[in-house]
C-alpha cells in the first residue's frame, strides 16, 4: 500500500475534491475553501496502518463535519457501544428514530 508525502497532501487534497465535484462526502454539500480537510480512518497504536481501513485516506470533508463524525466516534468508542452494534448500523437506527413522529404527551421535566 502505498504512503502520502506530507508534501503531497495539498494536491492529492485538491484532486479527490475536483473528484468528488467540491462536495462533502458526509453533507454532499459544496465545501467552502476554508472547509477542505483530507480525512482519514485513525488508526490507535494497537492496531496496524492500512489494515481494515486504519490510516487509509476516506476522502475530502468539511472540516465542521470531519470534526462531528470524530465526535460520535469517540463518544461510540467509550460507550461501549461499539461491543453491542457496529456504528454504521447505530447511526441508520439513530436516523430512523429522530424522524419518528413523537408520543401527544409530554415528559415531566419539561417546564
Do not use: W
Amino acid at each position: 500500500m502505498k504512503k502520502l508525502r506530507y508534501k503531497d497532501i495539498k494536491a492529492y487534497r485538491k484532486k479527490l475534491f475536483e473528484e468528488q465535484d467540491h462536495k462533502c462526502l458526509i453533507t454532499k454539500k459544496i465545501i467552502p475553501d476554508k472547509y477542505i480537510v483530507l480525512d482519514h480512518q485513525h488508526a490507535l497504536k494497537s492496531e496496524t496502518p492500512g489494515i481494515n481501513g486504519a490510516g487509509q485516506i476516506r476522502g475530502v470533508l468539511d472540516m465542521r463535519a470531519n470534526s462531528f463524525e470524530g465526535i460520535i466516534l469517540k463518544k461510540y468508542k467509550r460507550s461501549g457501544l461499539m461491543n453491542v452494534i457496529p456504528l454504521p448500523d447505530l447511526l441508520i437506527n439513530i436516523a430512523k428514530f429522530l424522524k419518528k413522529k413523537p408520543k401527544k404527551i409530554l415528559h415531566p421535566k419539561i417546564y
